[in-house]
């Protein structure tokens, strides 16, 4: 496939370096969660790792690299807002529940 430049990326840099970079970051993933004992590192690093994975797949895999920036910009910015919603809608609702439940128990 041809690039901006007009040059032709070849077979390693379209299937096999992304290939390998996802292994390294999945053979993390599994090193930090049977060694890492603090949970407060533990959580970030694998968010971080998630994110990294999310980006190898969408930009090599679903060919989003190859793609004009607007396009990358409209599919990037849809999905951080359903990602905003949904934290906010689960915030919303846990607050609700969690003040349910104390209503329920008899705490105030």
Sequence with gaps: MAT????????????????IALAVVTILEFVVAF?????SIRVP????????KAYYIV???????????LLRWFVIGT???????LV????????????KFLLLSGTT
């Design 45 to 52: 690093t694998f968010i971080i790792m998630t994110i990294l």
């Design 4 to 19: 901006a430049t007009g040059k032709k990326d070849s077979l390693f840099v379209k299937v096999w370096w992304p290939l």
């Design 59 to 69: 930009a090599y895999f679903m060919h989003m690299r190859y793609e004009v920036n």
């Design 35 to 39: 060694n890492v004992e603090a949970r």
């Design 79 to 85: 999905a951080v807002a359903l990602i905003i919603y």
């Design 88 to 99: 906010i809608f689960l915030v919303i609702e846990a607050y609700g529940f969690y003040h």
